[in-house]
């Protein structure tokens, strides 16, 4: 198992490296100079500096590479993303307060996703082919097909002119008000994971037709146990196990599916914070989430892959 | 002699319709929800190519004595805060649809194909850099990627194509580098290497003609997600730039205000977006189930 441990964070090493690299050409090495564009649109930011300052704070007046390495070994060292432009506090203390909340809304949604996708998947593949199985089936390609944009502004909408109701976009932290805070959260969490299950519902059917047909299970049918038992204990935990990568191939789909409906509902998180940037340009801010985003990912998917280790011992030996 | 030969020509009746024909029949006779998607989506094709003919208004064709009227006769999708018809801006929505859709989804396909299969084949150090390029791109949401694009290079759909294209095209080469790890040990292609055929040759004659029915499934399901992508970006004001009637932008921006007097404002758009996606993907899946067994049940 620690070899397995070891060899896993190994190869994140290239990926992050390439990941890093990936945000920084993004950013810096686009056709189209960046302060250009700040002070030709007369930007908040770049209003009361010249061009010189800017290219200084933003660490322009080097060659590319010294860029790179001198951003990287901030980053790495000292923890340092750099000052926001807009209102000159650091990007890291900024990210450490959104970052919990995206990972909170995204955390709901992705137990919203598994609540609805393994008990459907499960019937679609038990009642194979019937009607049950066909509308399961149509339905999650609906809401895979369904913007989630669209459902949160119909949730804004009608609800308040039918019956006078809208949903509650006054933040309130977890820590603050626990209660309060959930059932802001609840809304987009639902519709979020809604949006997730479909993917998540398909591969549960597919896994459990395939444990299904195995020997253990025919055994067990044949010793004349209860079709709960044999559907419960024998098939879905065999199947359950590549649903758990799935949770890692999703995040990219939970962080970015949560920036929409972070602008909807007002939630102060990653996505909002992203948001307001780009509306600022204030690039260090951009940077910051942009690399954190691609590395959160990163990190759950390791741990996705150690669990698979511990889940299903045959990866480990491999 | 000739009479056993002629008896040969004439038992073997062949079938007039020709491959296409043919697959119509299968799609209809084995997949009917798939087929009825599949006639929904050409009417979305026809609608967004003809749009100039079929809306009865203009895009932008402003009538202030109209504001926010709900549908009619007249205005089956209503009117929006400034006197526009709905209908007509959702015909023309379905333009922008398509010219976006088929263009970023056929980028992406196109390097899809290029990296799969230089990567599928030649495998080794090559392949090995690579898969680790395409594990740290495909780590950054696709919506987080183009959002940072477009902070740096400003909205507008060359570049909503090119990064959409780049994006899908290189997390989709995957899907084509796995076709080409099982096509390449084929015996046929043992034979070719043999022969001394050169790599190009292998590729384009060998490898690219049995890998198209998961590039056509590529294409197809890449369509549904480039549309729905757009249209998130849009919403968030960072698509198309307004005027212009993006699916996306029309739920957001001035109009969302006005949806509280003019409900319609939030639907037909809606509508639009999830029919046009939903019928695309169920056209895609049961392609997929026709064309290529494989890979059925995955995504």
């Known amino acids: 198992m620690q070899a397995y441990i070891a060899r896993r964070l190994l190869a994140l090493i290239p990926t992050l490296f390439f990941a890093s690299l990936i945000v920084f050409v993004t950013v810096r090495l686009i056709p189209g100079d960046i302060i250009d564009l700040m002070l030709s649109s007369n930007d908040i930011s770049a209003g009361k500096k010249s061009r010189e300052q ?42 450490l307060v959104r970052l919990p909340i995206t990972f909170e809304l995204g955390a709901l949604a992705l137990l919203v996703a598994l609540a609805v996708a393994i008990p459907i998947g499960v019937y679609s593949a038990i009642r194979q082919d019937s009607a049950g199985d066909y509308v399961a089936r149509s339905f999650s390609i609906l809401m895979l097909s369904v913007p989630s944009f669209w459902v949160g502004t119909m949730v804004m909408v009608f609800p308040s002119i039918w019956w006078g109701w809208s949903p509650d976009v006054k933040f309130v932290p977890f820590s603050q008000d626990p209660l309060r805070n959930l059932g802001q959260m609840a809304i987009p969490a639902i519709i979020l994971g809604c ?52 949770i890692g191939l ?69 | 002699m000739a009479s056993i030969a002629d008896t040969a020509v004439t038992t073997a009746p062949r079938p007039a319709r020709g491959p296409f024909m043919r697959f119509v029949v299968r799609l209809v006779r084995e997949k009917p929800l798939g087929a009825v998607c599949a006639a929904i989506f050409m009417l979305f094709l026809f609608c967004g190519i003809f749009a100039d003919v079929l809306a009865p208004y203009g895009m932008n064709q402003i009538s202030p004595l109209n504001r926010l009227k709900p549908p009619s006769l007249q205005y089956p999708f209503g009117t929006d805060n400034l006197g526009r018809d709905m209908l007509s801006r959702c015909l023309y929505g379905a333009q922008l649809s398509v010219i976006i859709g088929f263009c970023a989804a056929g980028l992406a396909t196109i390097i899809s194909v290029v990296l799969g299969i230089l990567t599928g084949y030649l495998g080794g150090k090559f392949d090995l850099v690579t898969q680790r390029f395409v594990d740290a791109w ?162």
């Not at chain 1, 923890?79 to 900024?94: I, M, R």
């Not at chain 2, 080469?173 to 015996?187: D, H, L």
């Open chain 1, 54 to 95: 800017l290219e200084m704070a933003l660490g322009l007046d080097q060659p590319m590479y010294l860029q790179y390495f001198r951003w990287i070994y901030a980053i790495l060292i000292q923890g340092d993303f750099g000052k926001s432009l807009w209102q000159n506090t650091p990007v890291a203390e900024q990210l």
């Open chain 1, 250 to 318: 999703q995040a990219p789909l939970l962080i970015g599916g949560a920036v929409i409906l972070e602008q909807i509902f007002v939630i102060p998180g990653m996505g909002l914070l992203l948001l307001d940037a780009v509306s600022q340009r204030d690039y260090p801010i951009i940077t910051g989430v942009f690399l954190i985003v691609g590395v959160a990912v990163m990190v759950i998917n390791l741990i996705v892959d150690l669990s698979y280790g511990v889940l299903d011992p045959k990866v480990r030996y491999r």
């Open chain 2, 138 to 299: 495909m780590s950054f949401p696709d919506l987080i990627i183009l959002i940072v694009v477009v902070s740096v290079l400003g909205p507008g759909m060359p570049q909503i194509i090119a990064t959409l294209g780049l994006l899908l095209g290189i997390a989709g080469s995957r899907i084509i580098r796995s076709a080409v790890v099982s096509v390449r040990e084929n015996m046929y292609v043992h034979a070719a290497q043999s022969t001394g055929a050169s790599t190009f040759r292998i590729l384009w004659r060998h490898i690219l003609p049995n890998v198209m029915p998961p590039v056509i499934v590529l294409f197809t399901t890449r369509l549904g997600v480039v549309i729905l992508i757009e249209s998130g970006l849009s919403f968030l004001g960072l698509g198309v730039p307004p005027p212009a009637p993006t699916w996306g932008g029309m739920l957001s921006g001035a109009g969302r205000t006005f949806m509280y007097q003019g409900p319609w404002l939030a639907l037909a758009p809606g509508l639009c977006l999830t029919v046009v996606v939903y019928a695309t993907n169920m056209f895609g899946d049961a392609l997929r189930d026709l064309l290529d067994p494989r890979m059925r049940g995955s995504r």
């Open chain 1, 195 to 246: 949006a997730l299950s479909a993917v998540t519902m398909r591969l549960t059917r597919t896994m459990m037709l395939e444990v299904l047909r195995q020997d253990y299970v025919r055994t067990a049918w044949a010793k004349g146990l209860d079709e709960k038992l044999v559907v419960v204990r024998h098939a879905l935990r065999n199947a359950l196990i590549p649903v758990v990568t799935l």
